[in-house]
């Protein structure tokens, strides 16, 4: 089976622009998570969608929102970009059942300048 | 929010020792738990769980001992090699919602 991809690895972008990230998850999993990771805070999660809804969210800003589409795959935006939000972002699939175990993707690491 | 801590961010071992990473949770309700490993430039990769209803539970040269009363979570690498160099994640999933919370991390070395 194919791993968790991300799309694209490395991204550039300026203060005040937006940025959309891409996520397709292992084939058979509904559930992706969206998190944050930057040196020293480990990962903080953004959000989980399930079957192309949000099922959880963590205590990210409005800036930042996600989708999932019917095919599992998600997307996570940024909008008004700022310095702080120059990061490494995972995502991880699941196959959604309740504690079920969550497999990451090798990251989209976002640089804002 | 919730604390998953870890005792030491950083941790050296000679190769063929054993390496024990632990961690520290809050969260009484916490019911089941994942260590990650993670190499520089890629993702957090699986390495073993444990449910909340479990107190050992042992893989391919890991094991993860979970005490509930003082609510700890270690990791024990056995025959440590150069090849398990990386940074290790415990995380903690709280009953109450499907959505998994991490410790900043220990990164181990291991020295030939």
């Known amino acids: 089976k194919a791993g968790v991809t991300q799309t694209p690895r490395y991204l550039i972008k300026t203060r005040g622009q937006q940025v959309t990230l891409s996520c397709s998850p292992i084939s058979g999993h509904r559930s992706v998570s969206w998190y944050q990771q930057t040196p020293g805070q480990g990962l903080q999660f953004l959000f989980e969608?399930?079957?192309?809804?949000?099922?959880n969210k963590g205590n990210f800003p409005g800036r930042f929102s996600g989708r999932q589409f019917s095919n599992s795959r998600s997307e996570m935006n940024v909008s008004t970009l700022e310095l702080g939000d120059s990061a490494l972002y995972l995502c991880?699939?699941?196959?959604?059942?309740?504690?079920?175990?969550?497999?990451f993707g090798p990251g989209t690491r976002l640089t804002v300048l | 929010g919730e604390s998953v801590g870890l005792h030491l961010p950083t941790l050296s071992v000679q190769e063929g020792d054993n390496s024990i990473i632990n961690c520290a949770y809050s969260n009484s309700a916490s019911d089941y738990f994942i260590w990650y490993k993670q190499e520089s430039g890629k993702g957090p990769q699986f390495i073993i769980d444990?449910?909340?209803?479990?107190d050992k539970r042992q893989g391919q040269r890991v094991t993860v001992l979970l005490n509930k009363t003082v609510k700890h979570l270690s990791l024990q690498i056995a025959a440590t090699q150069p090849g398990d160099s990386a940074v290790y994640f415990c995380a903690e999933r709280v009953y109450t919602g499907n959505q998994f919370y991490f410790g900043t991390g220990t990164s181990l070395t291991v020295i030939p």
């Open positions: 991880a699939s699941s196959s959604g059942l309740v504690a079920d175990t969550q497999y």
């Open positions: 969608y399930f079957s192309e809804t949000q099922r």
């Open positions: 444990i449910r909340s209803n479990m």
